[in-house]
DNA sequence: ATGATCAATGCAATTTATTGCATAACAAAA
DNA sequence: TTTTGTTATGCAATAAATTGCATTGATCAT
């Protein structure tokens, strides 16, 4: 469970709201990590009885309440020492695949319009993921420096999806002919 | 859930038993499902009551018996109605990039072994994506043309190990420099 | 005005997945 | 010869994730 390690890895960077680490997942951070909002609200309260993350309630004008979590000393120890062990590989369970797997019980319609509309999710996504990092390249050298792994793991999700491309055209072009 | 119909699609393909499936899942569709031996068994379970599947128990000299699972025509219309849904796209929860994203933690040592574990697992996998792609490049036109669909899912596999090769590479001289 | 979306959080119930433990017989390697 | 690995399945408990439902006040478009 990892969840947890997701979250504190982005509370140490800067105090957040779990509206504002839903946001981060949804959008930019999709590539590497997804949650539900009941999943985040659920997890940092267990953080917060344990110890690792503080709350406070900071009010707003003209919007509801917001509970902004910070990562304690005890919370960078826990990531610290989960950061020592190592890490799990990536559990696939891709239905889009399964899907297409078992194909010759549908349309090639049905095949084509799927990929389609999975085409042009990921196209957005590389996008947004490459304007993020057209923004990191005019960063100075220092500062680039400074954001070199968010970088090295955001490149994961620009190669990740240039691939994902280049197999669904590949694969379009191969249920047409 | 999608393990149920992850199930189904191979059986509709070829009767198995639960042992099977696992392995299936463990080596060659390792890069579009994975799963847990209980998690199967159970499911197998809960598709028999439901009528999706039927179940016969074969003997075997020298080893245990043999559950071996066979799609129903009920089944068979789960799977085809499945299919004419659209599925979601793939969830994505990948800790090794949560630790890069946090990387500044601990060592460039540590983050560069846990890159190095990952890339020869990596490597692994695509030699044997590949061989089974050699397999399949070597039938004749007419059997490419009938598993066109599954070769679909290999090739995604394929060019999604080696865009994470790539990225591992690159990322390994990012660290090192 | 009326419905839609965004901001922000939450409870409760259910479904899925994981972990731990357990069995049993054979084969191959150390 | 002892241990490890393969074949083959399962229960029970726990943990994690999803689904459904619910609130509130603002703003934005039709």
């Known amino acids: 469970m990892s969840l947890k390690h997701a979250i504190l890895v982005l509370l140490e960077t800067e105090p957040s709201s779990g509206y504002d680490l839903l946001k981060q997942f949804n959008n930019s951070l999709g590539y590497f990590?997804?949650?539900?909002?009941?999943?985040?609200?659920?997890?940092l309260k267990l953080l917060a009885i344990?110890?690792?993350?503080?709350?406070?309630?900071?009010?707003?004008?003209?919007?509801p309440d917001k509970k902004v979590y910070k990562i304690t000393t005890s919370g960078v120890g826990?990531?610290?020492?989960?950061?020592?062990?190592s890490v799990k590989p990536n559990k696939i369970n891709d239905a889009l695949l399964v899907k297409l797997y078992g194909g010759h019980l549908t349309s090639n319609e049905n095949l084509l319009k799927e990929l389609e509309n999975h085409l042009?999710?990921?196209?957005?996504?590389?996008?947004?993921l490459r304007q993020i990092e057209q923004k990191y390249l005019k960063f100075s050298p220092e500062v680039q420096e400074k954001y070199k792994l968010p970088y090295i793991t955001l490149r994961r999700g620009i190669l990740g999806e240039e691939a994902?491309?280049?197999w669904a055209l590949e694969s379009i072009k191969m249920i047409k002919k």
Chains 1, 2 share one sequence.
């Open 120 to 128: 042009s999710l990921h196209k957005k996504t590389l996008i947004q």
């Open 50 to 63: 344990d110890g690792l993350i503080d709350c406070t309630t900071e009010e707003q004008q003209g919007k």
């Open 164 to 166: 994902w491309l280049d």
């Open 78 to 85: 826990e990531l610290t020492s989960w950061l020592s062990n």
């Open 33 to 43: 990590w997804n949650a539900k909002h009941q999943q985040i609200y659920q997890q």
